[in-house]
C-alpha cells in the first residue's frame, strides 16, 4: 500500500513499448524485464510491438514499416511516451519524436530516470547528475545539426552554432565540477575502506540483479534496515557491516547496487566509486534468484557486469535466492549439487541460513593463515587483536612473553611476523 500511495504523489506517464530482441527465446526476459522497470518510473504500458534487428537503421533506429506501426499505436492510444529497449542516438531520437508527434525515451534514459527517483545520499545524486550529463551530451549536440551546416564562411556563424559551442560548454563545466565533486566523495570513500582495513577483517560483496533479494539477505544477516522494495534499483547506495559467524570468525559485507542486463555505460562509469566496492573484496556474494524463470539471463548479466568491473576473478559463493517459492524442488537440489561453491536460501524465511553461515565460514578460513609467534609483554596489545582480528587456538604465558596459535588474516599474519617461531 505505502508504494502504491508513493506512485500515486508522481504524475503517471502512459506509454508503448517497443521490445527490440533478436532471439526469440528473450522475449519474456525482455518485456517482464522492461514493464518491471516502467513500473518503477511510475510509467503505465498501454500498448507494445516489437522490432527483431540485427542491427539499427540509421536514422530512425527501426524500419520504416516499424515506423508507421508504432506511430499509429501512439495516436490511437494517445500515449505520453514511447519507449524503446535500445540506445539510440540523438539523431535517432529526434527523427522518431517528429514521426509519432510524442516523446520518445530510450532505456538508458529510462533507467537513469529511475536512478535519478532513487538516489538519496549527496554521493548518489551526484553520480546520477554526471551519468546524466554524459549520456545528453552527444544527444544535445544532435539537436543543433541543422546549425552546424551554417559554418564556413563570413557571416554564415548563426546563432544556432552559438548556443551549440555556449551550451556544450555549460555541460562540459557542469560535468567537470561533478567529477571533482566525486572525486572528493571517493576520496572520503577511500579513507573509510582504509580505516575498515585497519580492522583486518575478511571483506566481501553482496551482487546480483537487481531485485534478486541482495537488501533482504543484508537485513537478515547484519539487523540492518535498508530499503527493501521489489522493484528495480529499489537501493543505490552500499551498505557495509560487519558480520559475525560461528566459532567466533568475522568479516565485512557490504550490500551494492543492483545489476542489470545490458547496463548502460554511463552508469558504470559514474557509479565506479561504489561499484569498486566489489574489486576491493576478498570474494563475492552472487544472489540467484532462482525462482525466475530466466534466472540464467540474470546471471551471466551479473557476470558481464563483474569481468567489467575487472572483478571476474574474484572467489565467489553463488547464493540460489528465493527457494521457498521455486516451483520445482528437484530442479532445485539439481541445479545446487550441480553448481560448485553454491548454497539454497530464502533470504525472506531463514531457509537455509545456517548452511549460508557455514559457507561464508569457509571462505573466510581459506583467507586465513596459521601463525605459531611469541609476542613480547611489550607488545601485548597484539594478543587482544589477534582476538579480535581472527581466532585464537592456543594462548600461553612464559618469561619470554605470551605464545599465540592463531589463524589470522595476511594484514594481522604481517604484523605478527616480526615474532614468528618455527
Known amino acids: 500500500m505505502a508504494k502504491a500511495l508513493a506512485n500515486l504523489e508522481l504524475p503517471i506517464e502512459t506509454a508503448v513499448l517497443?521490445?527490440?530482441?533478436?532471439?526469440?527465446?528473450?522475449?519474456?526476459?525482455?518485456?517482464?524485464?522492461?514493464?518491471?522497470?516502467?513500473?518503477?518510473?511510475?510509467?503505465?504500458?498501454?500498448?507494445?510491438?516489437?522490432?527483431?534487428?540485427?542491427?539499427?537503421?540509421?536514422?530512425?533506429?527501426?524500419?520504416?514499416?516499424?515506423?508507421?506501426?508504432?506511430?499509429?499505436?501512439?495516436?490511437?492510444?494517445?500515449?505520453?511516451?514511447?519507449?524503446?529497449?535500445?540506445?539510440?542516438?540523438?539523431?535517432?531520437?529526434?527523427?522518431?519524436?517528429?514521426?509519432?508527434?510524442?516523446?520518445?525515451?530510450?532505456?538508458?534514459?529510462?533507467?537513469?530516470?529511475?536512478?535519478?527517483?532513487?538516489?538519496?545520499?549527496?554521493?548518489?545524486?551526484?553520480?546520477?547528475?554526471?551519468?546524466?550529463?554524459?549520456?545528453?551530451?552527444?544527444?544535445?549536440?544532435?539537436?543543433?545539426?541543422?546549425?552546424?551546416?551554417?559554418?564556413?564562411?563570413?557571416?554564415?556563424?548563426?546563432p544556432g552554432e552559438t548556443k551549440l559551442e555556449s551550451d556544450k560548454r555549460l555541460v562540459r563545466d557542469k560535468i567537470s565540477v561533478l567529477k571533482g565533486e566525486i572525486e572528493e566523495v571517493k576520496r572520503v570513500r577511500d579513507q573509510q575502506r582504509a580505516s575498515r582495513r585497519k580492522h583486518p577483517f575478511p571483506f566481501a560483496s553482496i551482487v546480483g540483479y537487481t531485485s534478486a533479494g541482495k537488501s533482504t539477505l543484508m537485513n537478515r544477516m547484519a539487523g540492518t534496515d535498508v530499503l527493501v522494495d521489489a522493484m528495480p534499483f529499489a537501493t543505490l547506495d552500499p551498505t557495509t557491516r560487519k558480520i559475525d559467524l560461528p566459532d567466533g570468525y568475522a568479516l565485512f559485507l557490504t550490500d551494492t547496487v543492483g545489476f542489470i542486463r545490458n547496463l548502460p555505460t554511463h552508469l558504470v562509469a559514474a557509479f565506479q566509486s561504489t561499484l569498486e566496492e566489489v574489486t576491493y573484496s576478498d570474494f563475492v556474494l552472487h544472489v540467484v534468484d532462482l525462482s525466475n524463470p530466466a534466472w540464467e539471463v540474470q546471471r551471466d548479466a551479473v557476470l558481464s557486469t563483474l569481468e567489467t568491473l575487472g572483478a571476474q576473478d574474484k572467489p565467489m559463493l553463488t547464493l540460489f535466492n528465493k527457494i521457498d517459492i521455486v516451483p520445482d524442488q528437484a530442479a532445485l537440489r539439481r541445479i545446487v549439487a550441480e553448481w560448485p561453491d553454491s548454497v539454497a536460501i530464502s533470504s525472506l524465511t531463514g531457509e537455509g541460513m545456517a548452511?549460508?553461515?557455514?559457507?561464508?565460514?569457509?571462505?573466510?578460513?581459506?583467507?586465513?593463515?596459521?601463525?605459531?609467534?611469541?609476542?613480547?609483554?611489550?607488545?601485548?596489545?597484539?594478543?587482544?587483536?589477534?582476538?579480535?582480528y581472527g581466532r585464537v587456538l592456543k594462548e600461553e604465558y612464559g618469561e619470554q612473553g605470551i605464545y599465540v596459535e592463531a589463524e589470522l588474516v595476511e594484514e594481522m599474519r604481517y604484523k605478527l611476523a616480526q615474532f614468528a617461531i618455527e
Open 355 to 388: 548452511d549460508l553461515q557455514t559457507a561464508i565460514k569457509k571462505m573466510v578460513q581459506e583467507l586465513l593463515g596459521a601463525v605459531k609467534v611469541m609476542i613480547p609483554y611489550a607488545h601485548q596489545h597484539l594478543l587482544q587483536e589477534c582476538y579480535d
Open 18 to 158: 517497443v521490445y527490440i530482441n533478436e532471439d526469440a527465446s528473450e522475449d519474456q526476459v525482455v518485456e517482464d524485464e522492461l514493464q518491471g522497470l516502467c513500473e518503477a518510473a511510475n510509467v503505465e504500458p498501454v500498448a507494445s510491438i516489437r522490432q527483431r534487428l540485427d542491427r539499427p537503421y540509421k536514422g530512425t533506429f527501426v524500419g520504416k514499416g516499424k515506423v508507421e506501426e508504432i506511430s499509429m499505436l501512439a495516436k490511437e492510444t494517445r500515449a505520453d511516451v514511447v519507449l524503446i529497449d535500445a540506445e539510440v542516438s540523438g539523431m535517432q531520437q529526434r527523427n522518431l519524436e517528429e514521426a509519432f508527434g510524442c516523446k520518445v525515451v530510450d532505456r538508458t534514459q529510462l533507467i537513469l530516470d529511475i536512478f535519478a527517483r532513487r538516489a538519496r545520499t549527496r554521493e548518489g545524486m551526484l553520480q546520477v547528475e554526471l551519468a546524466q550529463l554524459t549520456y545528453m551530451m552527444p544527444k544535445l549536440m544532435s539537436v543543433y545539426t541543422k546549425f552546424e551546416r551554417q559554418k564556413g564562411g563570413i557571416g554564415m556563424r548563426g
